[in-house]
């Protein structure tokens, strides 16, 4: 039993470092916690599959009736035929439609692996299956409210987006808005970067996760545009690869997860922390004499009430 209960709920006795052994910057704290957690991610990607199951399912069917598009298509011109007619009929809409119920229910399990992957990377102690669980219940109205908007924003943004394509050749206005669309998503995709991190580590009102994650994914920019572009990367290999979507199925979620946590730590205790009496900075990194010198205070809205911004959660 030792061994099975081990092997679920890790290890709770394993020592911290000590205060001359800690990482001396988030690029050591990252690959320290990732190496000393490494099955941990397995383990916890395990559970958070379960939530995924739907959309892999819907995926699969649609698959399915590419495949089928492809064999049945006499040569190329009958294949884009039907391609034109998929999209320009209502079976995109369909699909688009099946995939919103699959992303509400994504809702609460993100927050559950946001939740123990954010403690990891910044070495604190959490089981994967019951502090995954006991996240969940702490913010599963949230996490519903985000999944809700995700879905609904996936459905509007793609449906707008194929209609813009296709009434762009008879106007250049649609050009312009389907351009305009394209940035809003992916503000949009940028928000969602913060919104989750923020959701499990603050006490903070729904319509200020959004505001505040738009703030600071605006004030980091380019490094919030390179964590797309880098969790975008296996999505597009998957695509052109099937075969590759067994590295999601072991390990990927996880691992993107940690690693999303591992920036928003960093941009927390820039943005976030300073602001909150009592909050504690650079956990999981050494405290240098300095450290006052290496953060920069920005105040996100000065205006705020401090008991409605939020206060640290966990």
């Avoid at 808005?177 to 989750?196: D, F, S």
């Avoid at 820039?270 to 009592?278: D, F, L």
Wanted: charged content about 20%; glycine content about 6%.
């Amino acid at each position: 039993m030792g061994l099975f209960q081990g092997l679920f709920q890790g290890k709770a006795n394993r020592p911290d470092f000590t205060p001359d052994m800690l990482p001396k910057n988030r690029f050591e704290l990252f690959f320290e916690m990732l190496k000393l957690n490494l099955f941990n991610l397995v383990k916890v990607n395990a559970f958070y599959l379960l939530f995924t199951i739907p959309m892999w399912i819907w995926i699969y069917m649609n698959f399915r009736l590419l495949m089928n598009m492809v064999t049945t298509a006499a040569d190329s011109d009958a294949l884009m035929q039907q391609l034109s007619q998929f999209f320009t009929q209502g079976q995109y809409t369909v699909v688009l439609l099946g995939f919103v119920p699959c992303i509400f229910v994504l809702g609460p399990g993100k927050a559950g692996l946001k939740y123990v992957t954010r403690n990891w990377a910044r070495d604190e102690h959490a089981y994967p299956w019951s502090d995954f669980v006991y996240a969940m219940k702490q913010n599963w109205k949230q996490a519903l409210g985000l999944s809700t908007l995700n879905a609904a924003v996936f459905f509007l943004g793609l449906f707008g987006l194929n209609f813009y394509s296709l009434m762009g050749q008879e106007s250049v206005i649609y050009v312009i808005l389907q351009t305009v669309l394209v940035v809003l998503l992916v503000v949009y995709l940028l928000i969602n970067l913060y919104a989750w991190p923020m959701m499990v580590t603050y006490e903070m009102s729904f319509k200020n996760i959004l505001r505040n994650s738009l703030i600071v994914a605006v004030g980091r920019l380019p490094l919030s545009l390179l964590y797309a572009l880098i969790t975008a990367l296996p999505m597009v290999l998957c695509a052109l690869y099937p075969p590759l979507i067994l590295y999601y199925l072991f390990f990927g979620y996880a691992f993107h997860s940690f690693l999303n946590v591992s920036f928003t730590n960093g941009v927390f205790d820039v943005y976030i922390n300073p602001r909150i009496e009592g909050a504690e900075v650079r956990r999981g990194l050494r405290k240098e004499e300095d450290e006052d010198d290496e953060y920069e205070y920005v105040d996100i809205d000065e205006d705020e009430d401090e008991d409605e911004d939020g206060g640290d959660k966990k």
